[in-house]
């Protein structure tokens, strides 16, 4: 690309840029084209990208919006193509600056999509032997299996036999997509019952699930893990937390640690992690925060720690309503200023811009 400056350091000050400025570039030569879409120099953009502040997606009703600039100002509208094929748009999890999203319904439709890059991916169809019907529940997870360098498309659905009764009386099955493969494998009937929300990815070979047992006063919240190399479902322990009616809990990622988020009806919320992934005793609470009343009519079930921002605050989504930055060594708080370009009731996705191809599996 140039005689007199070395590729590397063209390379070192290309990964410095954002996926808007090194899209522009793409159309400057043949050259330039083939170096920015060169896997190794993906990966290495990744690996920069993943030091910055992430961008946000936001979510209103079955639109979503992105925003990537590093003040999250203002949104810009994305284009889906496919939505049509869907009675409602879901984000089924995200990895690596790729979305996937489906219904989370009956429609087998699933689609990957880089929103920095616009390109997406329609999967396959699953073709599972049980059909999805009025009684039914799909959930979701989306993950890079670092061990074979792929990303994976996890799929379950559950039919129930009693619903409202009995939630553990159920039909399953689950089917994983390979991306490097270019099929669905089933690995069968799944143990345990799943929460709604799409699986989160741990940064490994591990995928994440709130679940749960019984229904009411009766039932209980697990943690429930995917090993993507061993194909096998498992039971995390949790912190050693007094449980009552009034504690909800979430599961998420924080600085790579898998994290338990426990809010209580009373505006406190207490984020433990696990500093040693499988190791029961290395769980450590890590923050109390105690939430602002100015947050008004939210119901502390929604409440949502999302992230922590590179100087250490910590995002906070009430709902639809209002994002919070909580400054930890401060305990102060601080609402995020609307955002142009988007409706003032959405939810929130982190990501990070990335270059990552939902056609090309090597690029984690």
């Not at 070192?12 to 522009?24: A, F, G, N, Q, Y």
């Not at 990966?43 to 999250?72: G, I, M």
């Not at 409602?88 to 999203?101: A, D, P, R, T, Y």
């Not at 799409?198 to 994440?208: K, Q």
Request: hydrophobic share 40%; proline share 5%; with cysteine.
């Amino acid at each position: 690309m140039s005689a007199n400056i070395p590729s590397d350091i063209i390379s070192d000050i290309l990964t410095r840029l954002p996926v808007k400025s090194l899209t522009r570039f793409k159309s400057v030569s043949k050259s330039m084209l083939a170096f920015l879409g060169n896997p190794e120099f993906v990966k290495q953009h990744l690996k920069r990208a993943n030091l910055k502040n992430p961008n946000l997606v936001l979510k209103h009703d079955s639109k979503l919006f992105y925003v990537e600039d590093e003040e999250w100002s203002k949104a810009r509208r994305l284009p889906l193509p496919f939505s049509l094929c869907l009675e409602k748009v879901e984000i089924s999890g995200s990895c690596n600056g790729i979305l996937c999203i489906s219904d989370q319904q009956c429609n087998q439709d699933i689609f990957l999509l880089n929103p920095s890059t616009g390109v997406f991916k329609h999967l396959p169809f699953s073709g599972f032997d049980i059909a999805a019907v009025e009684n039914s529940f799909t959930t979701m997870g989306f993950g890079y299996h670092q061990a074979e360098d792929d990303y994976k498309v996890i799929r379950c659905v559950y039919i129930y036999d009693k619903p409202f009764i009995d939630i553990d009386s159920y039909e399953c099955e689950a089917r994983v997509y390979s991306l490097k493969a270019g099929e669905w494998k089933d690995i069968g009937a799944i143990p345990y019952h799943l929460g709604y929300k799409a699986a989160i990815w741990l940064g490994n070979d591990f995928l994440i699930w709130k679940a749960t047992i019984g229904l009411g006063r009766t039932g209980r919240y697990l943690i429930v893990s995917y090993d993507m190399s061993k194909e096998e479902f498992k039971e995390i322990p949790q912190p050693n937390v007094n449980y009552n009616d009034e504690l909800h809990m979430e599961v998420s990622v924080f600085d790579g640690l898998l994290s338990t988020f426990y809010l209580s009806k009373y505006d406190e919320a207490h984020i433990w992690s696990m500093k040693e992934y499988g190791v029961t005793d290395s769980w450590e609470l890590r923050f109390v925060i105690k939430l602002p009343w100015r947050v008004e009519n939210y119901n502390y079930i929604l409440l949502k720690p999302l992230t922590i921002l590179k100087n250490g605050e910590i995002l906070i989504e009430a709902g639809e309503k209002a994002r919070i930055l909580h400054d930890p060594k401060k305990d102060s708080y601080r609402i995020i200023n609307p955002i142009r370009g988007v409706p003032r009731r959405f939810l929130v996705t982190p990501i990070v811009g990335s270059l990552v191809s939902p056609f090309d599996y090597h690029q984690g």
